[in-house]
């Protein structure tokens, strides 16, 4: 693959993270409409029943509902070949149930890597760590 597709890829990334960023419940989806393939492959759990493009857009509603002020902050940006790895550093307000949670006002910062593999510039494959057990004990549901 060449330099200028990684760097198309990386591009391609970074609107995805724009739109996820905004905060707007309307251009999430719409993005991911545009960037990911409907049937990608998620090969991280997550609390979703749905598959493909539909669990992420899922995954995002939840968490808006959850952290209206959800950030992710990119720390680290490499593509190489087909894929993008990013290392995020995610930061929110609870103020909507999560995970059987209900709200409690507190704000939480997590990390979180996750590798994109794309096909013909859309996202296709998707790998992810989140530090799921940190962000629940800043929540308090689970003692430090």
Known sequence: MSTGQATSNKATFRHFH??????????????????????????????????????????????????????????????????VVCRNTVTGTHRGEFRGLPPTGKSVRYSEIFIFRFV????AEIWGVVDVLSQLRQLGAIPA
Do not use: C, F
């Open 18 to 83: 724009d739109a996820v960023n905004s905060g707007d419940a309307e251009l999430i989806p719409k993005t991911i409409d545009e960037v990911v393939e409907r049937d990608v492959s998620i090969r991280t759990p997550l609390p979703v029943e749905a598959t493909g493009a539909q669990a992420l857009k899922q995954v995002w509603a939840t968490l808006l509902r959850a952290y209206p002020d959800l950030h992710v902050t990119v720390e680290d940006l490499i593509a190489e070949g087909d894929k």
């Open 120 to 123: 013909d510039g859309r996202i």
